[in-house]
């Protein structure tokens, strides 16, 4: 059983293109969230979802829209694509986002890459 | 300055050998510390939370030091199985449980 599994795994897209990646955790989490990985490797957390409300955002520009239609699902939505969008996105859940740290659970990631 | 610091590596080692890892972290009030693992093209996994009085999972031992904002990462017997990157990640009291990675440390274990 897949924890955490999002869709697409690849997505190959033009510059201006709009285009959204799918998750869901089957755990039961009432904390989701988006992560980026960039070309170096470098990993740095998007936007954050406890319970379907928004508790994370970074600096992220408003072309990214994220969307958590119930606490099982975050999707993220880019409009205008660009060169540098490409990375590999992370979705990931815990279970919670208060007290102590919970553990954080990741999904396969979604290879972005735009021509 | 980054917020986590870490040696990119990699580090070959042979196998059956001892390798450290070490880490800085700038916020003094960062709460949390973790050790993640990450496979070539996979997604990283939690290998082990770290805590102030050190802690030891079979042949991984972690260790905190909050005065000098200083993790590490013990790995004795290293096995071919090690491979990876592994991420210092930290996470600030009250952040929503926001993790702050570091840039991974590569390892790899050759025979």
């Known amino acids: 059983d897949t924890a955490v599994s999002q869709t697409p795994k690849y997505l190959v897209t033009q510059m201006g293109n709009d285009k959204s990646i799918k998750c869901e955790q089957n755990?039961?989490?009432?904390?989701m969230y988006w992560y980026k990985q960039d070309s170096k490797k470098f990993l740095k957390i998007m936007f954050s979802?406890?319970?379907?409300?928004?508790?994370i955002n970074e600096t992220v520009p408003n072309r990214f829209s994220p969307k958590s239609p119930d606490k099982a699902h975050l999707n993220l939505h880019i409009n205008s694509l660009e060169l540098g969008d490409s990375a590999v996105y992370f979705c990931?859940?815990?279970?919670?986002?208060?007290?102590?740290?919970?553990?954080?659970?990741f999904g396969p990631g979604t290879r972005l890459t735009v021509t | 300055r980054k917020e986590v610091e870490q040696d990119p590596g990699p580090f070959n080692v042979p196998e059956g050998a001892t390798v450290a890892f070490n880490c800085t972290y700038s916020?003094?009030?960062?709460?949390?510390f973790f050790w993640y693992r990450q496979d070539c093209r996979k997604e990283p996994k939690l290998l082990m939370s770290?805590?102030?009085s050190g802690n030891e999972d079979g042949r991984f031992t972690a260790q905190l030091n909050r005065a000098s904002q200083y993790i590490s990462l013990l790995i004795r017997d290293s096995k071919l199985s090690d491979s990876a990157t592994y991420l210092c990640?930290?996470?600030?009291?009250?952040?929503?449980?926001?993790?702050?990675f570091g840039t991974g440390t590569q390892l790899k274990v050759e025979l």
């Open positions: 990931a859940s815990s279970q919670g986002a208060g007290g102590p740290s919970y553990e954080q659970y």
């Open positions: 755990l039961g989490h009432d904390t």
């Open positions: 979802y406890n319970n379907k409300e928004l508790i």
């Open positions: 916020n003094s009030a960062s709460q949390s």
């Open positions: 770290v805590y102030s």
């Open positions: 990640v930290v996470n600030l009291r009250g952040g929503g449980n926001k993790l702050t």
